[in-house]
């Protein structure tokens, strides 16, 4: 959550302003009393009146000066909050509460370069001042050139205008969450997360800091940090001061780690808070979406669109819920021609729309001018090129169809190998048929598309099948990212059984290198193989790792290198059942008749059998590996831990 710096400003200088005097006039303050009470109810012309009074009253009359100051500029009218802010500067101008007061109303009026002197002579007159210390530092991050139209956020000036200051008050607590929330504005995530922890560790009974920290967390992808923040920080809030935020933040968060139950009680809690919060009632209208209870979602969106009845997300969304979920074409229809109205350039719900039309085969003109105009909004979106291919193919354009699924394929969209394998079977040309099902059914295991992908298969030779089989499976290697993991690993052999902790990379096109722990090599080693050719270093520790080791971790890393499926090409092919196996000499490979996932690879009496597969970016990553060696009387399983992308694989 960045808060806005104007708002900021205003909302800490009047927390920490607390003068209320004025010369003693009892008729005087008895207007004042009435001001405050109107501006309790939220009465502002009334409160205006009782303060105007005020100031006939008793010309010296400090506090009352500054809050109509405030109200006229709550109530638009800056130019007579100019008026009395230039009648309160000639006789207050010496009083540090006063500068710093007028700064933030200069700042307000856009008048920056004024506000930033005024800051300045409020800590001249008072160095160690907190408020105006930070609302200088905002003045950095919302204005860098003398231009006062020319805004910027140059949170780094601010941080910096903080570090001058912070000596003179190490302690303070408002400086340091200033720094604090600077840092997090120029996405020093480190340092923010640092800050706070200090703020906590010196004040341990503040709530400063928990809040910024569970969104510094949130939005660095650490949601169960963020919750333990944004509880700790509901916790201590008193009751008379919770608001919605922490009770929304604690709502997303919960919906994004799915348990939507948790989610709603906070939700619920934070519209209770807020019952007219247009963001937390989407945030609870998404979590229902989420949770597969649409009809509660629905009651949502309804309720934004009665309170804003121009808000066009709602509409697209309860137009997604209607047609997907509830096949309730009429009402979908009907919200997203709103949404469109509202906003013309509204591509995703044209193209939504233009979607269900050619989904269901009807008004396909109407579709075709909104997929059109979608595409022509957004040009390299591959989901509106795949709904104008769609549309090509019903309109019988096959060639055109095809022309457009092939320009987009790259971005491995389901739909989109889906759509081509109707289009190529319109075309008759059955073996690119089946090859963009299987593509579309190995990215997301659908039972529609294996129903045509099983109705294409039966027209080709069965030869012809295990060459595309193992094509199949090649393209699984080919599509395999970088990656890292660690494999625990469980050896037996005649004489021994060790755990051990195997750290493996993988780097594209077929680079590996893994570590051996102490406990299995004394001094421990990496073995990396890259272009068929191994290395294992420290070198002088190679002559003392047997043979039968190594042999087992090549066997286990072909599997991983491209040119793996080659020695194949002529092999003999047999299936049964579900397996179709491909043997030559003394090797041997089983691949899944649905997926083309090698299950077994077995060669020179090594054999090695893929038990389980981990998903990372769509694609497959064999996870749980077992092995044996019968002539020595050695097998293993490989499991393991956490697979994730890798990143840098140079510095691997």
């Known amino acids: 959550m960045k808060i806005k710096p104007a708002v900021f400003i205003l909302g800490f200088v009047f927390l920490l302003q607390s003068e209320n005097l004025f010369t003693a006039n009892y008729e005087a303050y008895k207007f004042f009393l009435q001001g405050i009470f109107s501006l309790k109810k939220w009465h502002i012309s009334t409160a205006i009146k009782n303060y105007e009074k005020v100031i006939a009253l008793d010309k010296d009359a400090i506090a009352a000066y500054k809050d109509l100051i405030y109200l006229y500029w709550l109530s638009g009218n800056n130019e007579k909050a100019l008026q009395t802010i230039e009648k309160l500067s000639e006789f207050d101008g010496e009083n540090f509460k006063t500068t710093n007061f007028l700064a933030v109303i200069y700042f307000t009026a856009g008048e920056f370069d004024v506000a930033k002197q005024f800051w300045k002579k409020t800590i001249e007159l008072n160095p160690k001042n907190k408020t105006a210390t930070v609302c200088l530092a905002t003045y950095y991050s919302d204005n860098k050139s003398n231009d006062a139209a020319s805004v910027c956020r140059d949170f780094n000036l ?15 607590m408002f400086k340091l969450a200033y720094m604090g929330q600077c840092c997090y504005q120029i996405d020093d995530y480190k340092k923010t997360e640092e800050i706070f922890l200090k703020i906590r560790k010196r004040f341990p009974l503040s709530r400063v800091g928990t809040y910024q920290l569970g969104v510094t967390y949130k939005n660095t992808g650490y949601i169960d940090k963020a919750i333990t923040e944004f509880e700790k920080f509901e916790k201590l809030t008193p009751k008379k001061e919770k608001d919605s935020s922490v009770f929304k933040e604690l709502g997303h968060c919960y919906s994004i780690l799915k348990d939507y139950s948790k989610s709603e009680k906070n939700l619920l809690k934070a519209l209770d808070l807020e019952p007219l919060d247009i963001v937390i009632l989407e945030l609870t209208a998404l979590n229902y979406i989420n949770w597969k209870k649409y009809g509660k979602a629905i009651e949502c969106f309804n309720k934004i669109t009665e309170l804003m009845p121009n808000f066009a997300d709602a509409y697209f969304y309860l137009g997604q819920v209607y047609y997907d979920k509830n096949k309730d ?3 979908a229809e009907k919200v997203l021609l709103k949404a469109i109205k509202i906003n013309p350039d509204y591509s995703e719900a044209m193209n939504y729309l ?3 039309y050619v989904d269901k085969g009807i008004k396909l003109n109407e579709a075709e001018v909104l997929l059109t105009k979608s595409i022509a909004l957004k040009p390299k979106n591959a989901i509106y090129i795949d709904s104008l291919g769609w549309l090509y193919y019903k309109q019988g354009k096959f060639d055109d169809a095809k022309r457009l699924l092939l320009s987009i394929v790259d971005t491995r969209y389901p739909p989109i190998f889906d759509h081509l394998g109707d289009t190529f079977v319109a075309l008759d040309r ?33 030869k012809e099948v295990y060459r595309q089989m193992l094509l199949r ?9 970088s990656f890292k993991t660690g494999y ?12 051990i902790y195997i750290p493996f990379f993988y780097v594209k096109n077929g680079n590996i290198k893994i570590y051996l722990p102490d406990v299995l090599i004394q001094g421990g080693c990496s073995i990396s193989i890259k272009n068929k050719q191994t290395e294992i270093l420290p070198k002088a520790i190679e002559s003392k790792i047997p043979y039968t080791l190594t042999n087992i971790i090549a066997q286990v890393c072909k599997i991983f290198n491209g040119s793996f499926y080659k020695q194949f090409t002529d092999a003999k092919v047999v299936r049964n059942k579900n397996k179709i196996i491909y043997s030559k000499d003394n090797t041997e490979l089983i691949l899944n008749a649905d997926t083309a996932l090698i299950e077994r690879f077995s060669q020179n009496n090594i054999t090695v059998n893929i038990l389980k597969y981990d998903n990372l970016y769509g694609s497959k990553i064999p996870s ?3 092995f044996s060696f019968p002539d020595m009387k050695i097998k293993g399983i490989l499991e393991a831990t956490k697979v994730s992308p890798l990143v840098s694989a140079e510095k691997e």
């Open 158 to 172: 601010a941080k910096k205008e903080c570090e001058k200051h912070i000596p003179t008050c190490p302690d303070s």
């Open 329 to 331: 074409f009429e009402n």
């Open 354 to 356: 233009g979607h269900i």
């Open 430 to 462: 059955i073996i690119e048929a089946w090859t963009s099902y299987a593509l579309s059914y190995d990215i997301k295991q659908n039972k529609n598309v294996k129903k045509k992908l099983d109705s294409v298969q039966i027209k080709i030779p069965q």
């Open 473 to 481: 499976s090649k393209g699984h290697y080919n599509r395999m990212p």
């Open 488 to 499: 625990k690993a469980k050896l037996n052999s005649k004489f021994s059984s060790k755990s």
């Open 624 to 626: 749980k590996i077992e």
